[in-house]
């Protein structure tokens, strides 16, 4: 489904991605895991059209996205869960929740949606009238995936969802992500937690330096002496 190939991301005279090449096959979920610094949230950026990448080619169902302005990829399927949030703080729940589907038009089945949303976050459900600034942080994190969900997306690209939380929002919004990979959603999930990333992926990369530096199924990687002793604090 994606097809990254020899991406290059520069900021001024720094390179913060290095030629790295990888792909998402249709229906997995894949993990990008490494320290900060690695590299991972310039990736998904790029992908995403967030930023300009300095090289490379992005291909998304077969068709080259490098130079696709950032909201037409939403239209093509590909919604993005950035770091830190960036939940409309003025707006209320329903109304967050409703701006991811901007570009739909099909009012009974955005209702659906809706219902699924709040079927995942509960807590949602319970705020949908507060504003979305007023909210803990746990709750933002719901608030922005539940957003990504409402435009119906074919890949769901999650920076960080577990950054700031506490374990037990960590683990519901783990349970979520699964549970959304489990209906069929194609996931790449950059995350520092890199046991929780690889427990919930098939497949993962290891970024350092900008650069991929080891690649297999996730099961493998766990067992890793490298990814153990770097990444798992054994």
Known sequence: ???????HVAYGGIQAVRSITFHV??????????ANGAGKTSTLKAIARVID???GDVHFRGEKISRIAPHALIRKGIALVPEGRGVFPRLTVLENLRMGAFIRDDAVDIETDLE?????????KER?????GTLSGGEQQMLAIGRALMSRPKLLLLDEPSMGLAPIMVQKIFEVIRA???AGMTILLVEQNARL???????GYVMESGGITLSGDAAELLDDPKVRAAYLGE
């Open 53 to 55: 990448a300095a090289g």
């Open 1 to 7: 489904m994606l097809e990254v190939t020899g991406l």
């Open 25 to 34: 096959n249709e229906g997995e979920t894949v993990a990008l895991i490494g």
């Open 116 to 124: 699924m949303v709040f079927g995942y976050f509960p807590r949602l």
């Open 180 to 182: 959304v990979a489990s």
């Open 197 to 203: 990333a690889l427990q919930s992926s098939q497949r």
């Open 128 to 132: 949908e009238s507060q504003l979305a």
